[in-house]
């Protein structure tokens, strides 16, 4: 089994920035690649940016320049550092990463999510 735990959502006036975290657990073997996604209330879930495990980043364009995917492979953590937020970034974001947990066993799994509201 594998947990997926994220933290530091919080409210934010426009202009202020956070740091999300996302904590990984579990019967992990190694994990490869490792993203951001958001959904905002009757919105579709859409790709914030992600990472593989040589670091390598990518990013939607409408957070590029603003946000910033980092990732700490020997403590299974991944980070998204949020500066100049917007009130259009307010939504629930979600960790999501493919974790091989055995040979020739992998799968992706999800976080529950953390509220992220940025007041105008």
């Known amino acids: 089994q594998v947990h997926l735990v994220e933290s530091g959502g919080g409210l934010v006036q426009a202009g202020g920035s956070l740091r999300l975290s996302c904590a990984a657990s579990?019967?992990?073997?190694?994990?490869?690649?490792m993203g951001w996604y958001r959904q905002a209330p009757g919105k579709q879930r859409e790709l914030v940016a992600d990472?593989?495990?040589?670091?390598?980043?990518n990013y939607s364009d409408a957070v590029k320049g603003r946000f910033t995917i980092s990732r700490d492979n020997a403590a299974k953590r991944l980070y998204l550092q949020m500066n100049s937020l917007k009130p259009e970034d307010t939504a629930v974001y979600y960790c999501?990463?493919?974790?091989?947990?055995?040979?020739?066993?992998?799968?992706?799994?999800w976080g529950q999510g953390t509220q992220v509201t940025v007041s105008s």
């Open positions: 579990g019967s992990i073997f190694s994990i490869n690649n």
């Open positions: 999501k990463a493919r974790v091989t947990t055995g040979v020739l066993r992998s799968g992706y799994y």
């Open positions: 990472t593989t495990s040589s670091g390598s980043t």
